[in-house]
T-cell receptor, first 112, second 109 residues
Framework: SQTIHQWPATLVQPVGSPLSLECTVE??????LYWYRQAAGRGLQLLFY??????ISSEVPQNLSASRPQDRQFILSSKKLLLSDSGFYLC???????????FGSGTRLTVV | SQQGEEDPQALSIQEGENATMNCSYK?????LQWYRQNSGRGLVHLIL?????REKHSGRLRVTLDTSKKSSSLLITASRAADTASYFC?????????FGKGTRLSVIA
């Protein structure tokens, strides 16, 4: 069966520090991968998506970046965090013909 | 990009009552999906309705779609305390999905 792993679950980082969030999918190949951010009490904002290794599309210009070094691995990074980067980060995947997205359990990032 | 908008923003009902949430969107879609999010967790896919469908059922869930009005509704019948969560609609004009801000449902036992 397919599973999605996202870590860490919670993270407290100082302003200006780097960030690396990892997401991996098991049990499937060639997934579409997505990073969303959810501010407190708000909807989901699409940050990046990828349809294949090394293929990254950015929806919102900001100090975050994403990479897909392997087929089932999606990494969200920042060189210097801002206070406004705080939020709940969600990774998701789907495939052509699949029945909706499968989400990870999320990472709660607090920048202090 | 277009965004689904859920209404109401918050809904509080007694256990056993029905809960209805609405979603409106702006442009043509391929399908519309509903998701549930328990507090502090990831979203869980509930149901997908295609643009050529008008109604779909799954257990206690009933979804309707009116493409002429660009709107959808999610009905949860005989609600339970465990249904307490935020519910999001997501539209698929082309991938990726665009989510609304959600309806926060509280079911009081």
């Amino acid at each position: 069966s397919q599973t999605i792993h996202q870590w860490p679950a919670t993270l407290v980082q100082p302003v200006g520090s780097p960030l690396s969030l990892e997401c991996t999918v098991e049990g499937t190949s060639n997934p579409n991968l997505y990073w969303y951010r959810q501010a407190a009490g708000r909807g989901l904002q699409l940050l990046f998506y990828s349809v294949g290794i090394g293929q990254i599309s950015s929806e919102v210009p900001q100090n975050l970046s994403a990479s897909r070094p392997q087929d089932r691995q999606f990494i969200l990074s920042s060189k210097k965090l801002l206070l406004s980067d705080s939020g709940f980060y969600l990774c998701a995947w789907d495939r052509q013909g699949s029945y909706g997205y499968t989400f990870g359990s999320g990472t709660r990032l607090t920048v202090v | 990009s277009q965004q689904g908008e859920e209404d109401p923003q918050a809904l509080s009902i007694q256990e056993g009552e029905n809960a209805t949430m609405n979603c409106s969107y702006k442009t043509s879609i391929n399908n519309l999906q509903w998701y549930r999010q328990n507090s502090g967790r990831g979203l869980v896919h509930l149901i997908l309705i295609r643009s050529n469908e008008r109604e779909k059922h799954s257990g206690r869930l009933r979804v309707t779609l009116d493409t002429s009005k660009k709107s959808s509704s999610l009905l949860i019948t005989a609600s339970r305390a465990a249904d307490t969560a935020s519910y999001f609609c997501a539209t698929d004009p082309n991938t990726p999905l665009v989510f609304g801000k959600g309806t926060r449902l509280s079911v009081i036992a």
